[in-house]
């Protein structure tokens, strides 16, 4: 049995007893009022830094529910908050065991204006527009407010449509354009190119309102009421019900029980994009490539239309136990039915494992390590783990005599602390990774206990942007803090500091589950600390090489959430800094020459910065002056994009041993090489090698 923390043994004794007295009052609780209930004493028990729970707590998940309700502010009135409003005050009470009815009222409210705002879409999309008119448009939801009244709804929607049938309107004039002087081309005249721009915008509205009917039910409704309140206590403690719990630790170990085929959305319809060679799917004979999935059923149970689901929505409900039955209807190409019987299996998603190559530069040889995520399959002692594959990768780079290795940690959102402990240990002597604080400010120090072995004790350089997260941060900080390597990458990282542990909502299993039929809290229980004594929380790594990238100025990270935890720091952990052969004031200095000089970085710096402030500006809806503005974000996309890659290529190659890693299986050895051929181009690999080759 897992061992809990004191917190944890509290926290369960707590729901225990709120739980017995739940329904006393002679009406069993409802299944909401279950979850409510052991939501709030989780939230109130176990959280690190809990909110009070009351009207002020209730105010801002009123107003933030309703928000993500209908977050483009279309749908609902301000008359329909109003009446609303007498649930502002109560989202406490309803956590403490009152009958759980906001988003019911809620849920009737926005299925009714739901059904209003269909007709709207389709009388305006029946009428031309006029491109002519001199008008604008605000998209940004947080610039504007709900309607206050149908009138004003309608017009929020005109805009709305004649913005995005202009955008099709314009393509389709272009394409004319670009093939007037084709032989087989049909030339359409301006006004039945606007109609097809109409008829595009509307089928991708009825696919947005089949979402509405046939997905956002009201049990998604309360998935997401829930979500609400816990992400009000801090945006990394959630709510999963069960099938999303399934889903978070089939994409955190690696792998899954399933049908081995790829999914895409494609003209609203889930369509087979590749089958896994050896799958369960590959072996019926009966499944192809471009065959629709209209329906799923889990065994003999009644099958699920598929009308308004996206790619991950299906994927969840085809995965499922090993050795159980999933039917799929599927359409095939030549227009005929079937429904296709199959028995899921373990499918391994070694793609998203850790991988390297080789990167050669003169006399010198780069080892590179990739590493999506810090995986960790806990069920299965023989299930992958991140660690031990960067361990693997970096024995067989030192087998090719590198001279130097870049670890990848770009666009990695973390994943499990132990490994990431225990791969900071790879390559630096014994000693603190990490500290770690309780809600009771009680730190601890996660330390390598490897006596003093090194894996690897060469020059490292640490790859990072805005998405490196949690673990990646962990790892970055750990090394920047022993001066064992170079950080190198945008200005900050994510700035996620705090630590989570799955809880199961469950009081029969005791709570020592992390899977319940009720459904599971991913609680935030600490926060993490450098060993330099400061948190990572909001702050983030600060690079020692800044490069500047397309996504500086984007609001999506900790600090831009307004319910983030906030930054502080305790004393530092007693550690010995690493003896690095290199100065590192001369590496910063010699990259900053020649990013300075680079005119590709400079033109990454001022487009990313001009196209973030185009994010605060109305769209015009005359077609001349719309033309000049999305020519020029076109252009500055294109500019920067370009210019993100390099003018020549890098001399990069998979490892002798690994030219045919996936040979099996064709479509992921195709993906393999594309890998290898967007590293070739990769101008911030480029620039990871050419420090490195300072260092060494």
Do not use: C
Request: glycine share 6%; hydrophobic share 35%.
């Amino acid at each position: 049995m897992k061992r809990l923390p004191i917190v944890l043994l509290i926290l369960v004794a707590g729901i225990f007893l709120t739980f017995q007295t739940l329904g006393s009052d002679g009406n069993p609780p409802s299944r909401y009022e279950r979850i409510m209930k052991n939501v709030s004493e989780m939230l109130t028990q176990g959280h690190y830094s809990p909110k009070d729970i009351n009207d002020e707590f209730s105010k801002k998940v009123f107003i933030k529910y309703i928000e993500q309700l209908d977050s483009d502010k279309n749908i609902l009135l301000k008359s329909d908050i109003e009446l609303l409003r007498k649930h502002e005050t109560l989202v406490d009470d309803e956590l403490k065991g009152a009958p759980v009815q906001f988003f019911l009222d809620a849920s009737s409210v926005f299925n009714s204006r739901m059904e209003e705002a269909s007709t709207i879409y389709h009388d305006i999309l029946a009428r031309p527009f006029d491109f002519t008119i001199q008008e604008e448009v605000d998209l940004d939801s947080d610039r504007n407010d709900f309607a206050s009244n149908n009138e004003e709804r309608k017009e929020m929607w005109r805009k709305r449509l004649k913005y995005l049938t202009l955008e099709r309107y314009v393509d389709l004039l272009d394409t004319r354009e670009k093939n007037k002087d084709k032989k087989d081309f049909e030339m359409k005249s301006d006004a039945s190119l606007e109609k097809e721009a109409r008829a595009k915008v509307e089928t991708i509205m009825e696919r947005t309102f089949d979402r509405y009917r046939f997905k956002f039910n009201e049990e998604e409704k309360f998935n997401l009421y829930v979500n609400t309140i816990t992400t009000t206590m801090d945006p990394h403690t959630t709510f999963f019900p069960p099938v999303d719990k399934r889903y978070f630790d089939e994409e955190m170990s690696g792998r899954f029980f399933g049908i081995g085929a790829s999914l895409q959305y494609e003209d609203g319809n889930i369509k087979i994009a590749s089958l896994i060679t050896g799958s369960p799917a590959w072996k019926s004979g009966e499944i192809q490539v471009g065959d629709v999935i209209t329906k799923v059923a889990q065994g003999s149970q009644e099958p699920v239309d598929l009308t308004g689901y996206m790619t991950q929505d299906a994927v969840k409900i085809i995965r499922g136990k090993k050795g159980t039955e999933v039917k799929l209807t599927l359409k095939k190409t030549n227009g005929t039915e079937k429904v296709v019987t199959i028995i899921r299996d373990e499918i391994v998603q070694d793609e998203t494992f850790a991988r390297s190559a080789i990167v050669k530069s003169g006399a010198t040889k780069i080892g590179y390590i990739y590493l999506p995520e810090f995986y960790a399959d806990f069920e299965n002692p023989k299930g992958a783990r991140s660690y031990v594959d960067v361990a693997k990768e970096i024995i067989k780079l030192k087998e090719e005599n590198v001279n130097g290795i870049v670890m990848d940690l770009r666009g990695n959102g973390g994943g499990s602390l132990i490994d990431v402990v225990q791969m900071a240990g790879l390559f630096i002597e014994e000693g603190p990774i990490v500290q770690v604080k309780d809600r009771d400010g009680n730190p601890s120090i996660l330390r390598d206990k490897d006596n003093k072995t090194v894996l690897y004790d060469g020059p490292l350089a640490v790859m990072v942007n805005e998405l490196s997260a949690s673990a990646s941060e962990i790892f970055a900080a750990a090394i920047q803090d022993y001066n064992r390597g170079v950080i190198i990458g945008s200005t900050s990282t994510f700035g996620k500091g705090t630590v989570q542990r799955n809880i199961g909502l469950d009081p029969g299993s005791n709570f020592l589950s992390s899977n319940s039929e009720l459904g599971t809290i991913k609680l935030t229980l600490q926060k993490f600390y450098r060993i330099n004594g400061g948190s990572t929380q909001l702050k983030g790594v600060y690079p020692d090489i800044i490069l500047p990238d397309n996504l500086e100025y984007l609001k999506f990270r900790e600090k831009d959430d307004p319910d983030a935890l906030p930054w502080d720091e305790i004393p530092q952990a007693s550690y010995t800094k690493w003896n690095s052969g290199y100065n590192l004031n001369s590496v910063k200095q010699l990259s900053e020459e020649r990013v300075s000089k680079n005119l590709a970085f400079n033109t990454i710096k001022e487009t990313s910065e001009w196209l973030s402030e185009q994010n605060n500006k109305k769209y015009s809806l005359h077609i001349d002056q719309f033309r000049k503005d999305i020519k020029a974000i076109r252009d500055a996309v294109s500019r920067s994009s370009e210019s993100s890659k390099l003018p020549y290529e890098l001399n990069v190659s998979a490892l002798p041993q690994e030219t045919a890693k996936f040979a099996n299986d064709t479509n992921k050895q195709e993906r393999f090489q594309q890998w290898l051929t967007s590293l070739r181009k990769d101008i911030y690999l480029d620039q990871s090698i050419k420090t490195l080759t300072d260092m060494i």
